[in-house]
C-alpha cells in the first residue's frame, strides 16, 4: 500500500512538475497554438501594409475631416475585442483630434528643428469638419495663448460654416475581419484624398496585434499593447521607445504631411 501511495505522490510531482493537469497542459497548448496562429497571420498582413504615396500637394492652407475620432470611453475602447474603431490609428479624439491638425500644436525642438526627420508637423492653417454633437459644420483654427513661465498653448476656435471649402480630405477607416479580430489583429486605413476629383493622393494601411491575445493580467488594456507590434510602427526610423503606444498621437498628421505640403508661414 505505501508503494502505490509514493508510486501516486511521484506521479502527482511529475504532473505538475509538467504543467498541471491534462486539462491545463491542453489549455496551454491552445493558447500557444492559437498565438502562432494570430502571429503567422499578423505577418501575412504586414506584407501588405505600408504608407503609399501617389501625389504631393504643395502649400496647402487647410484640410476636411471626412470623419473624427471620437471615442467615448478610452479604457472600454482599449480592450474591447471587436468595436471596429481603428485602435491602430488611435491618436487623440474629438476636439484634441482636431487641434492635432493645426499650426503650433505641436512643440518643436529647441534648434527649431521638426519632431521627426520625415514629420515636420508643421500643421495647417484650420481644419473642416461636422461635429455630429448637432450635425453643423465648423471650421477650426487655433489660437496661441502663453501664460508666464509656461508653453504656448494652442486653444481651438470654432465657427459654424455654410459649405466646405478646403478641397482635401482625410479619412480614417477599421478594415479588419472578424477572423482577424478573433487573434487580436487591428487593421488600419488612413488616407488623403481630392475632394474635388475623388482622387486617392496617399494611403496607409497598418496592422498591429495583441501577442498576449487580450490577456488583462496586470490591468493591462491589449490594444495599448498592441502598438508593440505594429507594421509600419509609430517610430519614424528612430530608436524604439516602449511602450509603443506613446507615440501615437500626432501620427495621422505626420502621414497626411507627407501628401500636403502646408502653407509656411514665416515669423
Known amino acids: 500500500m505505501k508503494s502505490i501511495y509514493l ?18 497542459r491542453d489549455a496551454l497548448d491552445a493558447q500557444q497554438a492559437q498565438r502562432q ?14 504608407v503609399f504615396i501617389y501625389k504631393t500637394i504643395e502649400n496647402v492652407e487647410g484640410i476636411y475631416l471626412i470623419n473624427v ?12 475585442q471587436f468595436a471596429l474603431d481603428d485602435p491602430y490609428g488611435y491618436d487623440s479624439v474629438g476636439d484634441n483630434y482636431m487641434k492635432s491638425f493645426l499650426r503650433g500644436a505641436h512643440p518643436r ?11 515636420p508637423r508643421n500643421g495647417f492653417s ?11 459644420l465648423y471650421r477650426y483654427s487655433g489660437l496661441a495663448s ?14 459654424p460654416i455654410h459649405k466646405r471649402t478646403a478641397r482635401f480630405g482625410v479619412e ?15 487593421g488600419s486605413s488612413l488616407r488623403v484624398i481630392d475632394l474635388d476629383t475623388a482622387e486617392v493622393l496617399g494611403e496607409r494601411i497598418g496592422y498591429m496585434i495583441d501577442r498576449a491575445q487580450g490577456s488583462r493580467a496586470g490591468n493591462r488594456l491589449p490594444w495599448l499593447w498592441a502598438a508593440d507590434n505594429a507594421c509600419p510602427d509609430f517610430f519614424h526610423g528612430l530608436p524604439r521607445r516602449l511602450p509603443a503606444s506613446a ?15 502646408a502653407t509656411i508661414i514665416e515669423g
Open 146 to 159: 502663453n501664460s508666464p513661465g509656461a508653453p504656448t498653448r494652442i486653444d481651438l476656435v470654432k465657427r
Open 7 to 24: 508510486a501516486g505522490l511521484v506521479s502527482l510531482v511529475l504532473l505538475v512538475a509538467c504543467g498541471g493537469s491534462p486539462a491545463r
Open 109 to 119: 525642438a529647441p534648434d527649431g528643428g521638426a519632431p521627426f526627420p520625415d514629420a
Open 69 to 80: 475620432r471620437r471615442r467615448s470611453n478610452f479604457g472600454e475602447s482599449q480592450e474591447d
Open 126 to 136: 484650420y481644419v473642416e469638419a461636422i461635429d455630429p454633437k448637432d450635425g453643423q
Open 37 to 50: 496562429r494570430a502571429m503567422a497571420m499578423w505577418k501575412s498582413r504586414c506584407e501588405k501594409s505600408g
Open 172 to 186: 480614417f477607416r477599421d478594415i479588419s475581419t472578424r477572423e482577424e479580430r478573433d487573434l487580436w489583429i487591428a
Open 247 to 261: 507615440s501615437q498621437p500626432g501620427q495621422t498628421l505626420d502621414f497626411v504631411e507627407r501628401s500636403l505640403k
